[in-house]
Each structure stands twice: as structure tokens, then as C-alpha cells.
């Protein structure tokens, strides 16, 4: 599958992004999505996954209450929403797929896409 993010951008603190993640290839709800972020001179962080059905999410501590990963099966979309952002949110963010469930919560997500700025400014 070929994965596609896009709706990065410069933001202020406090304020709001949509990240898209668009899929091309195979049936689309077999995947557990994901989205990872990789900040300058850090390693790559994930940051939530969303199972197949949309049923099961996951997120790491920092952006709990404030992100909301989702996903329109017929539409092969997956999406971050991101509000109250931060200056520390400020990174690459990458989406992710695989079929096996749990691989791209645990960072073994087989496909990759090319990655969407995020910028917070304080």
C-alpha cells in the first residue's frame, strides 16, 4: 500500500492542524494506521494507531486529550487531529500501515509515508 500524509503547516501554540494520511492499494481496512513524528536531533516517536475497524486507538502520554487519530474506511483515509498543539509538538510526522494488528503501535509498521512538516510556534 502507498501512503500519502499531508495538511502539515506552520501553526501558533494553541491552535489546530488535520493531518491526512491517504491510501492507494489494497483494501484499506485491513490496516492498522499510525502516525509517528520525528523531531530535530531526536528519534522518531509514535504517536497514536487506530486499529482496522477504527474500534481500538492508541496514543503516547504527550498527546493524550489533545489528538484525535481517526479514519474513513471508504475513503482510504486516515487523519490526525491535533489541537492545543505545542511547541514540542513542532516535528516530521509520518503515517504508517500494516495488516498485522499491534505492529505499528509497537513501531513495526511495514509501509511508510514520505513525512508532513508540523511547525508550532510560541
Known amino acids: 500500500v502507498q501512503l500519502q500524509a499531508s495538511g502539515g503547516g506552520l501553526v501558533q501554540a494553541g491552535g489546530s492542524l488535520r493531518l491526512s494520511c491517504a491510501a492507494a492499494g489494497q483494501t484499506f481496512s485491513i490496516y492498522d494506521m499510525g502516525w509517528f513524528r520525528q523531531a530535530p536531533g531526536k528519534e522518531r516517536e509514535f504517536v497514536a494507531s487506530?486499529?482496522?475497524?477504527?474500534?481500538?486507538?492508541y496514543y503516547v502520554d504527550s498527546v493524550k486529550g489533545r489528538f484525535i487519530i481517526s479514519r474513513h474506511n471508504a475513503k482510504n483515509t486516515a487523519y490526525l487531529q491535533m489541537n492545543s498543539l505545542l511547541p514540542e509538538d513542532t516535528a516530521v510526522y509520518y503515517c504508517?500501515?500494516?495488516?498485522?494488528?499491534?505492529?505499528?503501535?509497537?513501531?513495526?509498521?511495514?509501509?511508510w509515508g514520505k513525512g508532513t512538516q508540523v511547525t508550532v510556534s510560541s
Open positions: 487506530i486499529s482496522g475497524t477504527g474500534s481500538s486507538t
Open positions: 504508517a500501515a500494516d495488516p498485522l494488528r499491534d505492529y505499528v503501535r509497537r513501531g513495526r509498521a511495514t509501509y
